[in-house]
């Protein structure tokens, strides 16, 4: 058995951010976790998240707003903030903190 892997969610995150990171943590059978890093990153227009199973996020550090279509209901998200995206519930990030890393932990079900 190999020993455990020690590792930070603030580690190695590059200084200039043109895109958003997507990053995987860990996937096993039906458990995908991601750190995502958005700096004044956005959902490009007309695009909206469409997930086939249940989305658990955590904002770890910066801000977020996302709208979700239904009922277009805008969830702003501070440090700490957590929420269950359920599957198919269309969504997408109106907005990130600009020049500031927003770190997301992202459970995918």
């Not at 890093?37 to 996020?57: L, M």
């Not at 969830?75 to 990030?93: C, F």
Request: charged letters at 20%.
């Amino acid at each position: 058995m190999n020993p455990p892997l020690l590792n930070n969610i603030f580690a190695e995150i590059p200084e200039q951010i043109p895109e958003e990171i997507f990053e995987c943590i860990i996937k096993q059978d039906n458990l995908y976790i991601e750190r995502i890093i958005s700096n004044g990153h956005v959902t490009p227009p007309g695009q909206w998240y469409d997930q086939a199973g249940d989305e658990w996020v955590l904002l770890i550090q910066g801000q977020a707003t996302l709208l979700f279509e239904k009922n277009r209901r805008l969830v702003r998200l501070s440090p700490g903030d957590y929420l269950l995206i359920p599957a198919h519930a269309r969504h997408r990030v109106e907005w990130t903190l600009p020049d500031f890393n927003t770190i997301w932990l992202a459970v995918h079900l």
